[in-house]
């Protein structure tokens, strides 16, 4: 079956993420735009009622995505018991870069000092860049060709979040375009790395599947680096249809047994889309740890956090049977296994 993945001697032997430090409410950035609000009557409270999240966060001003990610890859890092130096592959899976070019992964090497011999790139695949990097350094492993590598994301949501509350906040607003922008209030910053090695004891890395449904749905939500235009409601119906079959493609390919699974670490974008997903498919939403009220959208960086909080907060144990989950836009959806 193509767009699948298994893997016999990976494993995760660090993970770690960084929370950004300043908090932002609903509640601020609905006074933020009263005047609008008002305009359009938009009732208050719309914001956290529709989406679920009361807060989100953001970093320092002028924050770098390659500082947040470098220091999770040291957290990760120092996490793994991996020398510096055996790390054979970077992979920045970042939404969020510091310039077209050069890569953000060169930046992050460049910062964590890892080896002349270690390979750096980016890869971009929305919300789902960071299980897609997980896939191609375990993959290197699996063809023997490193025997470590490292997995990184640092988004910085800052300067989409001013750009569009100044939009909104100006005479030109309509409600068409405060619900196209909607979504970009939603999202949060974050940063997390994992180092994926060759083993078979330990936190096992087994893949998994991806899918995607690209054909009139590439437009659905488009992100630049100051706003995000999202078809909510065409997203969600697409993105459950697309959900779906790759469950479904998944569940058959790997004969995998939901009821076995004890978390399930879902990319997170809102209350509609998570209960949304586990609905579609069937599953216990008591089993699905909740991060959107108080970090929202942390784009690619979502799922592993959620991994990293979990196994946190003890949710996450030794022997827990863990389904890595997302749909990102384009769309694609993906479903990856590990048993920690």
């Not at 908090?23 to 305009?39: C, D, F, I, N």
């Not at 695949?125 to 191609?136: D, E, K, R, S």
């Not at 607003?173 to 209030?185: E, P």
Request: aromatic residues 4%.
């Amino acid at each position: 079956m193509r767009a699948a993945q298994r893997y016999d001697d990976v494993v995760i032997t660090g993970l770690a993420h960084v929370d950004a430090p300043h908090v932002v409410t609903s509640t601020e950035l609905e006074e933020r735009l009263a005047g609008t609000l008002g305009k359009l009557r938009i009732t208050p409270g719309l914001l956290e009622k529709l989406s679920g999240i009361a807060e989100r966060r953001i970093w320092d001003e002028g924050t770098m995505p390659s500082e947040v990610a470098a220091q999770a890859g040291e957290r990760a890092l120092a996490n793994s018991g991996v020398g510096r130096d055996d790390i054979g592959m970077l992979v920045n899976t970042s939404v969020s870069r510091d310039h077209l070019e050069p890569s953000t992964a060169s930046i992050v090497h460049g910062r964590m000092e890892l080896s002349p011999e270690a390979g750096n790139f980016d890869l971009g695949n929305a919300c789902l860049g960071f299980l897609n990097g997980m896939n191609v350094v375990a993959t290197m492993i699996e063809a023997g060709e490193i025997d470590h590598g490292l997995v990184v994301a640092g988004e910085t949501s800052r300067f989409a979040m001013e750009s569009t509350i100044a939009r909104l906040a100006s005479d030109a607003a309509t409600r068409q375009m405060f619900h196209q922008q909607f979504a970009t209030l939603t999202v949060g910053s974050g940063a997390v790395a994992m180092v994926l090695s060759r083993g078979t004891t330990g936190h096992r890395f087994l893949g998994g599947l991806g899918r995607a449904s690209t054909m009139g749905n590439s437009q659905l939500c488009v992100g630049q680096a100051d706003e995000m235009r999202t078809d909510s409601s065409g997203l969600l119906a697409a993105g459950m249809e697309l959900a779906g079959r790759a469950w479904k493609d998944a569940v058959s390919a790997f004969d995998w047994d939901t009821d076995s699974y004890d978390v399930y670490c879902l990319h997170q974008v809102s209350k509609v889309h998570t209960r949304a997903v586990a609905d579609q498919l069937g599953l216990d939403i008591a089993r699905f740890p909740s991060q959107f009220p108080h970090f929202g959208n942390i784009g690619p960086a979502g799922v592993p956090t959620v991994l990293s909080k979990a196994v946190e907060d003890g949710t996450v144990t030794d022997g827990s049977r863990v389904m890595l989950m997302g749909v990102g836009s384009g769309i694609n959806a993906a479903a990856a296994e590990v048993i920690w």
